[in-house]
């Protein structure tokens, strides 16, 4: 079942996940620095901000600066006035690198695009930005003690960010723009818990050293062949799941009770490790999910292929039949010439195809719509968008396009069938009284879109119909 959320629902959930992941970044630090090893929140907030844009901001900086206040004023011991100033500044350092981060990401334009470049843009802009927040935020703290040491506030906050944003902002990332057809079933989900659960299992005995002989630093290398299993067989939401308990789980028993308290080189070598593991099964993901790609775009050209060879063989059949036809040949052409086109043009949900004459129109022949329900409706010619016979006519808003050409049928018509976003039509010249319409329609909800190529194709189809249909004319 695919939940629909709201704008709004969209920012509250993020918020939330933003107040949990903050609470861990306070009660997991080291040594005197309140700083995760990982801030899994700036990685999250940056995913977030990345895909649901300018409208998610007020949510995400709502939220961590709400949990800033709540925690520094619970978790430590600091005036209620520096409690408000420190957690103000935070929120504010952390909307500002992620404003940074999504300018440089849309300026270079690499934003969903996979290369040597968008990934060399991406991680030196990811340690420029946190070194800058770590320069802002070692400032912001020693206003209230100058006792603090500057540089290793610095060292501590920069990578901080960066490998929250390392981790959990390229993971959220591509969960986002790299769907892969795993369907969410019964079956797949308690695997995915089974999996989850052994994982626990595992890294609580490493990294407790509950077992003498089972350490994290002699059987480090189990975690590869967990993060193979997550590359080849789960989704990217249970990779990022994976890495939040890993960091959860390490900061648990490696620092907290373990007594590895200060913020050393040997919490940087994890950092470094869960990074090199993470990116690891996020690599061979996308490779997996480029192929498939590639090979669902060689079945739909074979099949394109195919569907040409039709479609030619079905205009030498129609130009044979116009040489020598009566004069009741409109809709059976009409209807052949549709067929034709939605052989040809695939991006599209809905289509219809009609005859305007005598001021009527009668809808013929469709895909996704029924004839009897639109005929039904009656449509006023004197309603309907201008048609022309040269050029297709793209509609912008198809879903105001209708509600004008409906007016108080409109309702009854959406109850029906879904709401379009646009449309691409082109008229069929048939003789001086007789007008053929075929329309190409586009759902709200399927995320499909027309192309400036879907529009010259059609254009191109349009004048090879009308030509053929002008040597009846003529004969």
């Excluded at 129609?318 to 052989?343: G, M, P, W």
Aim: hydrophobic share 45%; with cysteine; aromatic share 18%.
């Amino acid at each position: 079942m695919h939940i629909i959320l709201s704008d709004n629902q969209k920012g509250l959930l993020a918020g939330l996940i933003l107040f949990l992941t903050t609470f861990t970044d306070y009660i997991f630090y080291s040594g005197s620095f309140v700083a995760s090893c990982f801030c899994i929140t700036i990685g999250l907030a940056l995913g977030f901000y990345y895909n649901l844009e300018k409208k998610v901001i007020y949510y995400i900086f709502g939220s961590i600066l709400i949990s800033h206040i709540l925690f520094r004023y619970l978790l430590l011991t600091e005036p209620l006035y520096e409690v408000i100033y420190t957690s103000l500044g935070l929120s504010l350092i952390s909307v500002l690198v992620l404003y940074i981060m999504r300018r440089i990401a849309y300026s270079f334009n690499y934003i969903g695009v996979l290369s040597l470049r968008s990934t060399l843009l991406f991680i030196s802009s990811t340690l420029i930005v946190s070194i800058l927040a770590g320069i802002l935020i070692a400032n912001l703290m020693i206003i209230g003690d100058f006792s603090l040491d500057v540089f290793a506030l610095i060292i501590k906050w920069s990578t901080s960010f960066f490998f929250g944003i390392s981790i959990f902002g390229t993971g959220l990332l591509f969960s986002y723009y790299y769907k892969e057809g795993l369907k969410s079933t019964n079956t797949r989900n308690i695997f995915g818990v089974l999996f989850t659960i052994v994982f626990i299992f595992f890294a609580s005995i490493l990294f407790s050293n509950t077992v003498s002989w089972f350490s994290f630093e002699k059987y480090s290398y189990i975690f590869i062949i967990f993060y193979a299993i997550l590359a080849f067989v789960f989704s990217y939401r249970l990779l990022l799941i994976t890495d939040i308990i890993f960091i959860i789980l390490y900061q648990l028993f490696y620092v907290k009770i373990g007594g590895s308290v200060e913020y050393s080189y040997e919490i940087l070598s994890v950092s470094l490790y869960l990074l090199v593991l993470s990116t690891f099964a996020s690599s061979v993901k996308v490779a997996i999910y480029e192929l498939d790609i590639r090979n669902k775009a060689l079945i739909t050209s074979s099949l394109k292929l195919k569907n040409l060879i039709y479609s030619t063989d079905s205009l030498l059949k129609l130009s044979d039949d116009i040489l020598d036809v009566d004069d009741k040949y409109q809709e059976n052409y009409l209807s052949r010439i549709f067929k034709i086109a939605c052989k040809i043009f695939d991006n599209h949900d809905y289509a219809a195809c009609y005859i305007k004459k005598d001021n009527t129109v009668n809808f013929i022949d469709t895909v996704g719509y029924k004839i009897e329900t639109l005929n039904a409706f009656n449509f006023n010619p004197e309603n309907l968008d201008y048609i022309d016979t040269e050029n297709p006519i793209h509609i912008n808003d198809e879903d105001k396009s209708l509600r004008t050409t409906l007016k108080g049928k409109y309702e009854d018509f959406i109850d029906i069938y879904p709401r379009m976003s646009e449309a691409i039509r082109f008229g069929i010249y048939i003789d001086k009284d007789t007008l053929g319409s075929i329309s190409f329609d586009i759902s709200k909800n399927s995320g499909k879109k027309f192309l400036r190529e879907d529009f010259e194709n059609m254009k191109s189809f349009q004048k090879l119909m009308n030509s053929f249909l002008s040597i009846n004319n003529l004969n």
